[in-house]
């Protein structure tokens, strides 16, 4: 009965199709290319996707709080220079206080900008949403990237390097699967990840 | 054209507000950022002579061990006991390698190799940093040159295994090494007695 009401609010079909039914990656298959760059460790996909959520939230606050004065002729333009501002500041936060984690994403960090998930949020839901349902749809992408982030990084890391955030779970004799560490590998476990979760969603193609 | 002015005011207004977020970013950024790369450089030159340091000690024992020698603008850090190492920096696959070599006093032995710096393929090419590659260039012999053969046969005193699926970054590195050395070397030779 709660749950019924509550599956028919707002906050919640905008969670749930973040989450599942609009998922950023296998529905709309935005932000393919930075799940395929690294998504080959675990650590670099949870810091990717914390970074990438970080700027999802940021910019949703900023965009759903200035809806009403951004003309439609100039949003891409203020969708622009929001998100790039806040990966500058995710960017030179990573640099000073994480410099290790900055080392091993290179120039993956300011890739960010080029996520084609925040843009796509800010036009399709932030320019007409309020700021609470923005930043729940937010976190909602945010952590819909994430899982699937993760786990893509789990598979490859796993078959790829034998290990999962390091630590050794493949036995001893285990030979690397080096193709899984590159792109084609990614490419491989990213399609089966679509279709097994559209099959599940039942989206038609 | 009322609209047109506050469109171009709102842009204004917002470019500035952000401009100066970054600027304050920035400013109390910076600084911590380029002491963490003053220590990432240290940190190295000590790794690569293999002077025990932990991280709160490094800059104490970076100046107790190390000789700081100028030559032609290049810099050299000398150790107590004559091992001699150089910062070496070359193009790799996606940007600038930057890394650091110790040679033992001969000149001709490698002490160790470290990286400072790197931005190649994560998960591939990014293994150059691994201790299993860097380790394999202990105690070889710069001459005539380095090389890094397909992995699994490296034999001789001056060759290395290259990395599995890493083939273009292995390249890039060891063209860097031959190419630092040959710059580095005859100056050390001249100034060292």
Redesign the interface.
Known sequence: MIFARLKSTEEFKTVANGLWRDHPIFSMVLGICTAL??S??VD?AIAMSAGTTFVLVATAIIISL?RK???T??RI??FM??IA?FV??VD??I???F?SIS??????IGLIITNCIIMGRAEAFYIQNKVHLSILDALANGLGYTYTLVSIAIIREAL??GTILGIRVMPAGWTNW?IM??APGAFFILSVFIWLSRTLAKIEP | MKDKIRMILFVLILGSFLTSILLLVDSYASPIIKRNKILKIKKSILTALEIPYNNKNITGVFSNNIEIVKKKNKTFYISKNGDVSFKMSGPGVWGPIESAIALKPDLKTIKSITIIHQEETPGLGSRITGKKFLNEFKNKVITPEIRIVRAGQAKGNNEVDAITGATLSSKAFEALINNQIKLYLPLIKGGKK
């Open positions: 760059a690294v080959n460790k670099n200035l004065l951004i003309s002729r100039v333009i203020t220079i929001v501002s500058i500041i030179k936060a640099e000073a206080f410099p080392e091993a994403l290179g120039p993956y790829g390097f080096v560490a590159m």
